[in-house]
């Protein structure tokens, strides 16, 4: 029986959907009847579940799926040229399947490989560090029979920094199953206790307590309880959790046994974004050779021997997925909606059960902290954030890649360990981060001061601030939920602001009502998405006033977004055209 | 069971039961949390925010708080009051509501709250959302452009056999209802009413009964609170021998709010002691002879034309209002911008019941004004300092305004003078 078969039946509902994408190249009327029927669901909830996530086509998406990055990092590496090859080579423009369904072409949000832009996944499989050239190569070899897998790039694992050896914590070899003693030395309180003692706050943005987190789950009383490791990575920008993943994967399962022994979890899942399908199959490999070896399944042996096993959960693209409530939602097989924040997963998760989820790297520091012994690693880092932390590095700098840091580091001691010599503005932790400008170099990235979820995208001063700006707010947009007016429509409406900027058209009022509007937005929305997605804008407004009053144009009554010659060209054409047809 | 909590709302002190809702222990106290999703205890959705307050310190729910004790909590603070407007407002800016077309109109949650905010016109440039106006199902007729999106059908409307009839579909900005067919026609004519009443807005509509209550006797007609409008405080300015200067023109509207200007009766000579018309369809002066304190606009932007007096307004006039929804958002002209012009054109001109057989002309001239592409509401082309909502205004309501805004009177309108429908 495979571990899927012990979670409820709704949440299969995703894999069953990809298997049918996966073999018709898209999710037709007829199947979604049959697939409603056997989930006793009505039609539309099904559509409403499929259309959610943009990797579920319901029209045919081509026997061989392209999907290149659109976010400004992939813009910056060359971007356009990549797509008109692409579109060029297999006769199609964006957006659109040839004719005889071989090939289609779409966009998706970052994918993971930031370093290695420009880059694209076809069928889901990595191409990286693309040139005209190489494209045309891969579609004549896959007009030529190849396989995706076949002749797809491996991504590297670009560590361009870790600190002294004694201080690194995760880029250093690790021998597998060597923490797994500690199962044996300590009953479950007493590896919250180390945990807790560790200041180990979690990694995926929101920095709680992992212990604490871990020791609320414990204390909730359940049949069934969930251990669920977040590998959704949707941060533009970001990438380390798929280096950990990829060099890695013994340390997150590890970490995973670890919690679920600590709270009483049985089942484990790790949710995967789609974008790293290609790591999947790694993934079950490591899997199957821990379940061979007993570390996983029944009776691990322990100072209280234990049943947990895990299985991956594919998502099918969302960056709200990565919300933990959303994440859960999504692995029940319904719409990545995040909940109100009344009640925590740690007490009513996945399935109504407590349920603890964790980011990947979260989840690899665990068995290392063990292994070194907390007091050697509190010995590292500053006081609120002990250890190191990984930062995925990209955009105009000489050493893209990841980096671990110890936490304290100097910005500017940073910037220079990338080779990035005339960065201007650094967008840190991701476009709901903060941007930085030359005055804040010289802070120190720590919780007590910068904090950071791990993307850092720098940018010289050849750049657009509005253009980035701008790509961030299509990114929101795109991505918001849709559950609540201040992020669906508040977000699309700044959007519309920045085009009044972009075009000349702002006035001093625009510039307070973005001020505003924002304000509202981040104070009423329902969660994090929607509450962060306006911080880059404001630091802009507020850190490079000089580039918003460059664009803006004299104050007067008259609203210089309406153009009426725009406005009556379509009368225009559609008289001319009558008359020509008519005489 | 006694288990009695302390907490503190907008300073006061209050005792309430632990564990209870914070919207109902807050109406208790007469204080009052406005909601528009919230519908059960049970299972509050939290989809609005409208409800929005601070809890010790830091921004949540209302409709998701359950009291307990120590709770500090903000509900009527300046920023927490303009929040709540700004809300309703993108509503309102996010979908088509044409309330005066609307067969909601007097028994929609919304609506209501918009009124009780005294709310006149968003903020926000409309959306002019185009999702589908579904009319399939068996009972029912989804107008998407009016959903909030709040929520409650989706939760509350199960079949029988527990399956799920209206479904959130696509996601972010294209979220939208859906109705599943087979589903809804295993519904009962009452099960699909009770659908029609719990939606809060006009979003869901039952064939043949939508009308059945009539205007004016609605649930807010009867329940409405009256409003004070907030004005930008200073008076135009004259000397005292002079009269005030007001110019009137009607752009895309029905002249129905120049009808109601005149509504006043003999009030109409009083306002003739201290106002004097220049430009007007009520003069017929065709054009500016003076400088004007203020420009009354009715009707939007559809033509170029339109665009051209309204500009010619903004040069000649200190104080522009827009009156009337037409002014305010499009009204019914707007209607057409969910249709193309060509389309619009065609029907008109060629294929309409009342065209000639074989009507192959659609007229253009240079002397006739070109249509725009869409509908424009008047801020979307100059910018206009006041707003009377209305279709038509209430005659007490537009000479309240123009007299507080000439004179900087205070002064506030009945339930049923601000009425938008
Ligand atoms: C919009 C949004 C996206 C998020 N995306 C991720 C993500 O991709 N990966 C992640 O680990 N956490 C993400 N989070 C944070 C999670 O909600 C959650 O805090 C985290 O997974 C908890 O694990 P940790 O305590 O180990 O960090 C996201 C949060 C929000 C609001
Ligand atoms: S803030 Fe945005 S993403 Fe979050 S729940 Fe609301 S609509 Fe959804
Ligand atoms: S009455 Fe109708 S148009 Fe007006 S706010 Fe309510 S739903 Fe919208
Ligand atoms: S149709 Fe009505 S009840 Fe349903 S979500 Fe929309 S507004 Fe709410
Ligand atoms: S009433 Fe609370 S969110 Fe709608
Ligand atoms: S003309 Fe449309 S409301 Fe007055």
Same mark, same amino acid.
């Given at each position: ?5 012990? /979670? ?17 190249? /898209? ?41 290149? =990055? ?56 990595? @191409?990286?560090? #693309? ?50 003693? @500690? ?124 049943? /947990? ?68 690693? #509190? ?11 990984? #930062? ?48 804040? @170099? ?58 009044? #900027? ?35 804008? =404001? ?45 | ?166 479904? /959130? ?74 009269? @005030? ?177």
């Amino acid at each position: 029986m495979a571990i899927q078969d012990n /979670f409820p039946l709704r949440s299969s509902l995703m894999s069953v959907l990809w298997d049918i994408q996966r073999k018709r190249r /898209f999710i037709s009327r007829d199947d979604m009847t049959k697939i409603a029927r056997e989930f006793n669901i009505s039609r539309m909830e099904l559509e409403g579940v499929i259309s959610f996530y943009h990797f579920y086509h319901r029209a045919d998406c081509g026997k061989y799926t392209i999907y290149i =990055n659109d976010c400004v990092i992939s813009q910056y590496s060359g971007r356009n040229v990549i797509v008109a090859a692409f579109e060029e080579a297999i006769g199609v423009k964006m957006g659109h399947v040839t004719a005889d369904k071989m090939f289609g072409l779409f966009k998706s949000p970052c994918i993971g490989l930031s370093d290695q832009e420009p880059a694209c996944l076809i069928n889901f499989q990595p @191409f990286t560090n #693309l040139t005209p050239f190489k494209i045309k190569e891969i579609i004549s070899q896959i007009r030529n029979g190849k396989r995706a897998y076949e002749i797809c790039d491996t991504p590297k694992s670009v560590i361009q920094y870790t600190p002294v050896i004694d201080k690194t914590v995760f880029c250093k070899p690790y021998t597998p199953y060597s923490s797994l003693s @500690f199962l044996k030395k300590y009953n479950p309180e007493e590896i919250i206790e180390e945990i807790k003692k560790s200041n180990l706050a979690g990694r995926g943005g929101a920095f709680f307590p992992t212990g604490l987190k871990w020791q609320f789950c414990r204390q909730n009383k359940a049949d069934q309880k969930y251990i669920i490791c977040n590998a959704d990575e949707g941060e533009p920008g970001t990438f380390k959790d798929r280096v950990l993943l990829e060099e890695h994967p013994e340390l997150l399962i590890e970490g995973m046994i670890f919690a679920a022994y600590s709270v009483g979890a049985s089942l484990g899942a790790i949710y995967l974004r789609a974008e790293y399908r290609y790591l999947k199959e790694k993934l079950e490999k490591v899997l199957f050779k821990y379940r061979k070896e007993g570390k996983l399944g029944k009776e691990i042996s322990a100072k209280i021997p234990f049943d /947990f096993d895990i299985y991956v959960h594919l998502g099918a693209g969302a960056y709200i997925c990565g919300e933990e409530t959303a994440l859960i939602h999504s692995m029940e097989g319904k719409r990545g909606e995040p909940s109100t924040k009344e009640v925590f997963p740690v007490e009513k998760g996945f399935d109504g059960k407590p349920t603890v989820v964790n980011n990947v790297e979260t989840l690899c520091a665990v068995p290392r902290i063990l292994e070194m012994g907390v007091d050697s690693w #509190l010995a590292i880092g500053t006081e609120k954030t002990p250890g190191t932390k990984l #930062l995925s590095v990209s955009g105009d700098c000489e050493k893209k890649g990841i980096y671990e840091i110890e936490w304290g580091m100097n910005m500017r001691e940073f910037i220079k360990l990338t080779g990035a010599k005339d960065a201007k503005m650094i967008q840190f932790s991701g476009p709901s981060g903060e941007l930085l400008s030359e005055k804040d @170099f010289d802070r120190n990235i720590s919780g007590e001061d910068l904090s950071c979820g791990g993307s850092v995208m720098i940018y010289n001063d050849t750049r657009d601030l509005l253009h980035i700006l701008k790509n961030y707010s299509n990114f929101f947009v795109e991505e918001s939920c849709g559950i609540c007016v201040p992020c669906r429509t508040g977000n699309f409406l700044l959007n519309k602001k920045i085009n009044k #900027l972009i075009l000349g058209h702002a006035e001093e009022k625009d510039l307070a009502d973005i001020i505003e509007w924002s304000k509202i937005i981040k104070t009423t929305s329902r969660c994090g998405l929607g509450q962060s997605s306006s911080n880059s804008l =404001n630091d802009a407004m507020k850190k490079f006033p000089e580039i918003f009053e460059k664009r803006l144009s004299e104050n007067t009554d008259f609203n210089k977004a309406f153009n009426l010659e725009k406005a009556i060209e379509e009368y225009d054409n559609i008289i001319n055209d009558l008359s020509t047809t008519y005489e | 069971m006694n288990n009695k909590v302390k907490l503190k709302i907008d300073g006061k002190s209050i005792q309430a039961e632990g564990g209870t809702n914070l919207v109902d222990v807050a109406k208790e106290n007469n204080i009052f949390i406005p909601t528009l999703c919230y519908f059960k205890e049970l299972n509050p959705l939290g989809t609005c925010r409208i409800c929005t307050v601070k809890l010790n310190g830091k921004h949540t729910t209302g409709c998701t708080v359950k009291v307990s004790e120590g709770m500090n909590i903000e509900v009527n603070t300046p920023e927490l009051l303009d929040n709540r407007k700004a809300i309703i407002e993108m509503l309102y800016a996010e979908g088509n509501h044409f309330c005066p077309t609307c067969e909601k109109s007097g028994n929609c949650d919304m609506q209501n709250h918009a009124y009780d905010m005294g709310l006149t016109v968003t903020r926000y440039p409309h959306v002019f959302s185009d999702k589908i106006v579904d009319f399939t199902p068996k009972r029912m007729i989804m107008e998407s452009n009016r959903c909030i999106l709040c929520k409650r059908c989706v939760e509350e409307i199960k079949t029988r056999d527990g399956k799920d009839v209206f479904s /959130f579909v696509q996601r972010g900005i294209k979220t939208r209802v859906h109705i599943d067919y087979e589903q809804e026609a295993k519904l009962s004519e009452a099960e699909a009413l009770y659908a029609m009443k719990i939606c809060p807005v006009g979003a869901i509509l039952i064939k043949g009964v939508a009308h059945e209550q009539p205007f004016g006797e609605r649930k807010y007609d009867i329940l409405g609170k009256d409003v004070i409008p907030s004005f930008k405080s200073g008076k135009a300015k004259k000397e005292d021998h002079e009269k @005030f200067i007001v110019a009137t023109t009607s752009l895309a509207g029905c002249f129905g709010c120049h009808m109601s200007l005149l509504d006043i009766d003999t009030g109409l000579l009083d306002m003739l002691e201290i106002v004097e018309f220049n430009k007007s369809p009520l003069t017929d002066i065709k054009n500016f002879t003076k400088r004007c304190h203020v420009g009354l606009i009715e009707g939007g932007c559809a033509n170029e034309e339109n665009v051209h007096v309204l500009r010619e307004f903004r040069k000649k006039c200190d104080i522009l209002i827009g009156f009337g929804e037409c002014a305010i958002m499009g009204g019914i002209p707007a209607m057409r911008n969910f249709i193309p012009l060509k389309e619009c054109l065609e029907e008109s001109y060629m294929n309409g019941m009342t065209s000639e057989i074989g009507a192959d002309i659609i007229p253009a001239h240079e002397d006739l004004p070109k249509l725009l592409n869409n509908v424009y509401p008047c801020n979307e082309v100059v910018k206009i300092d006041y707003y009377i909502p209305g279709c038509p205004p209430n005659a007490e309501h537009i000479w309240k305004v123009v007299k507080s805004i000439l004179l900087g009177e205070e002064f506030s309108i009945t339930h049923d003078e601000f009425k938008y429908d």
